[in-house]
């Protein structure tokens, strides 16, 4: 009895009407900034829509789609112009593709060993180490692959010139490694580890558990990073406009330079091209192109993801 009376009183804490109202009032003015910061950025993108059709509206009133589509010359600055895609597309994929063939299977094996095998003191140097590489200027790229990769490349591939998509798509495959290790490890190790103590249990090695139980089970991420690395490959500018040349050029050989979409761009818009003309609107026209491009790698990677979600 005495021990009940020398307990100390709890004290409950009653909300003044006050506290309610300040509550109640920071609550309105959260959903207010995220609603104003969601609504920011569907502006954006609707603004950036709208710049490139207005813009490639007056292009395709001129120039018939079915030319732009599969004319295979692009000459806009000459005295019988040509709008045809295709040498710009070309080599814009060339490039990137080159890129995903470095970037991908690399970029997953290190996620895999920093996930899966990496002690964290190792994890934890090769990590900043590889997130470095984002913080180089990508004109430094540019001129590490013309001026150093170039002329050593030179010397083992014969017809390599000195222009070309092949080291570029290299050097953009290392520009764009980090993003797919990063995210790719971040969803590995997000992986419940019940999951993994359950293929130990099974008796799978650390590599069977990465590959048939860690990789699928973080599908969803690991495809982010892919189409992440791939929009970057296909929007990058200034290791393309410097390594790889700035003629539109049709061809399936990476040993030879040519233009690409955003080459092209940075080409145009230093000149002097006055405003309103056919080739001042075929930047709006090739961006459009870029746009949808890249459009439809974030659609397939929501596809994807959302398929293993249903399957899984």
């Known amino acids: 009895m005495d021990d009940a009376i020398a307990r100390p009183p709890i004290h409950r ?20 900034a995220m609603f104003c910061a969601a609504a920011l950025s569907v502006l954006i993108t609707t603004g950036i829509v709208y710049v490139l059709v207005s813009e490639s509206w007056g292009f395709f009133t001129t120039v018939p789609l079915l030319d732009f589509l599969t004319d295979t010359q692009w000459t806009p600055v000459f005295a019988n112009p040509r709008f045809g895609i295709w040498p710009l597309l070309t080599a814009t994929l060339w490039a990137a593709g080159i890129a995903l063939l ?13 996930s899966e095998f990496a002690r964290p003191s190792v994890r934890e140097t090769v990590k900043p180490c590889l997130e470095m590489l984002e ?25 390599l010139g000195g222009f070309n998509l ?6 953009l495959g290392i520009m764009i490694l980090p993003y797919v290790v990063s995210v790719s490890e971040d969803a590995m190790r997000a992986v419940p580890g019940s999951l993994r103590e359950g293929a130990y249990a099974l008796g799978m090695s650390r590599l069977q558990t990465g590959l048939r139980v860690i990789v699928p089970g973080a599908f969803s991420g690991i495809t982010a990073a892919y189409v992440l690395g791939m929009s970057r490959a296909v929007g990058e500018t200034m290791v393309l406009a410097v390594a790889a040349g700035q003629g539109p050029n049709l061809t ?30 075929s930047i709006f026209a090739v961006g459009l192109v870029l746009f949808l491009i890249t459009l439809l790698f974030n659609v397939i990677g929501y596809y994807l993801r959302k398929r293993y979600r249903e399957v899984y």
């Open 13 to 32: 804490f009653m909300p003044t009407p006050a506290y309610r109202a300040r509550r109640l009032a920071m609550d309105r003015i959260s959903r207010i």
């Open 102 to 114: 470095i970037a991908i299977p690399l970029g997953t094996v290190l996620a895999i060993y920093l």
């Open 135 to 159: 913080a180089v200027p990508t004109i430094v790229y540019g001129y590490f692959a013309l001026l150093v990769l170039t002329p050593f490349f030179q010397k083992f591939i014969p017809g």
């Open 166 to 171: 092949l080291v570029p798509g290299i050097v």
């Open 252 to 281: 399936l050989d990476p040993r030879e330079g040519a233009a690409t979409i955003t080459a092209y761009i940075v080409q145009m818009s230093l000149g002097d091209l006055p405003h309103g003309s056919l080739a001042y609107q």
